[in-house]
């Protein structure tokens, strides 16, 4: 059964780093989403990307984030300048446009980022 | 703006009873979908049902149950015979039908359940 992948599962940076978060969406979904949730918190919507551009994005998804599809399959996550405050689990989801599923998201099985 | 509140923060049950879990959703849209998740102490999003506003119908599947009530904008779950693997954050979320689809998470309900 096809799923999102993410990588890394964990990385470790310090803080006002840059660091970069892969995804791999299901291969015909058209939509892509990243989320992020704190330690023990709910899960928060950060943005969403549709034809090459975003479509959404929270207040939470400052200048400091950006999102890219740089090849037709990975999907990443960008943080220019990490804080402390960006620790978090980050969730990859991608959902497809037709079929049984639709308008459901997929999720990918996270990447924990802990920002020293 | 759309909204979800579980209400219950932490539920505590003993291995064979039933739980409910409550969910409230607000929003303006009159087309959107509900949804439950599962995160397990692993960490992972499981994804357990999904739900239209034009389909209030309960749905039954295996130990698990849910009830969709539009007039109270309530979408709730119920766990027959507890288990321990049931132990978990169980996340309601909504999404409403418009460009972006973006899920609203509720603030989750931690269920533990003791042998």
């Known amino acids: 059964e096809p799923e999102v992948t993410q990588t890394p599962s964990h990385q470790v940076t310090q803080m006002g780093q840059e660091v970069i978060l892969r995804c791999v969406p299901i291969?015909?979904?058209?939509?892509f989403y990243w989320y992020r949730q704190i330690l023990g918190q709910k899960v928060e919507f950060l943005v969403s990307f549709y034809n090459n551009e975003i479509s959404e994005k929270s207040e939470i998804f400052d200048d400091q984030f950006s999102v890219e599809r740089p090849d037709g399959s990975n999907f990443t996550l960008k943080i220019r300048s990490t804080k402390l405050e960006d620790s978090a689990m980050y969730f990859c989801a991608s959902r497809g446009t037709s079929g049984r599923t639709y308008n459901e998201q997929f999720f990918g099985p996270g990447t924990r980022l802990t920002v020293l | 703006a759309q909204k979800v509140t579980q209400a219950q923060t932490e539920i505590s049950v003993v291995e064979k009873e039933d739980v409910t879990l409550d969910c409230v959703y607000e929003?303006?849209?009159?087309?959107?979908?509900l949804f439950w998740y599962k995160q397990p102490p692993s960490g992972e999003l499981v994804f357990l049902i999904r739900r239209n506003s034009f389909d209030e119908q309960n749905e039954i599947s295996g130990r698990y149950s849910w009830n969709f009530q539009k007039s109270t904008s309530s979408f709730n779950f119920t766990i027959t015979a507890s288990q321990v693997v049931d132990s978990a954050v169980y996340f309601c979320a909504l999404s409403v039908n418009n460009a972006g689809n973006m899920l609203t998470f509720g603030g989750g309900t931690r269920l533990m359940v003791k042998p």
């Open positions: 291969s015909n979904h058209l939509y």
């Open positions: 929003t303006r849209d009159t087309t959107y979908y």
